[in-house]
């Protein structure tokens, strides 16, 4: 079964770029037909959706982030990468990479979720 897993800094300054690498492990992100998704979440809000890459390397990206975002993969690392920049001082957000099937609509296998608080 697919495992995803987001890893880096749980706290950045709003000069830095906030990178988050998201790991896959028992199926590969080139298979068809799937889109690896990047979506975030403050407390007590909904779900954002930053944006994802496809299976074949195509990058779509979420109309309120994407002048600031960048996603980008490692296919020999099987992992994908998210990296935001001019973020603002906020509440803290958790940030999540899934998978998605073509078609679908729907991400149905998710990380667990990473913290990320941006200083002020």
């Known amino acids: 079964q697919v495992q995803l897993q987001e890893s880096g800094p749980g706290l950045v300054s709003p000069s830095q770029t906030l990178s988050l690498t998201c790991t896959v492990s028992g199926g590969s992100i080139t298979t068809k037909t799937y889109y690896w998704g990047w979506i975030r979440q403050p407390p007590g809000k909904g779900l954002e959706w930053i944006g994802h890459i496809g299976y074949s390397g195509s990058v779509l990206y979420g109309p309120s982030l994407k002048s600031r975002t960048s996603i980008s993969r490692d296919t020999s690392k099987n992992q994908f990468t998210l990296q935001l920049t001019s973020v603002s001082p906020e509440a803290p957000a958790v940030y999540s990479c899934?998978?998605?099937?073509?078609?679908?609509?729907?991400?149905?296998?998710w990380g667990q979720g990473t913290q990320v608080t941006v200083t002020s």
């Open positions: 899934a998978r998605m099937y073509d078609g679908t609509g729907t991400y149905r296998a």
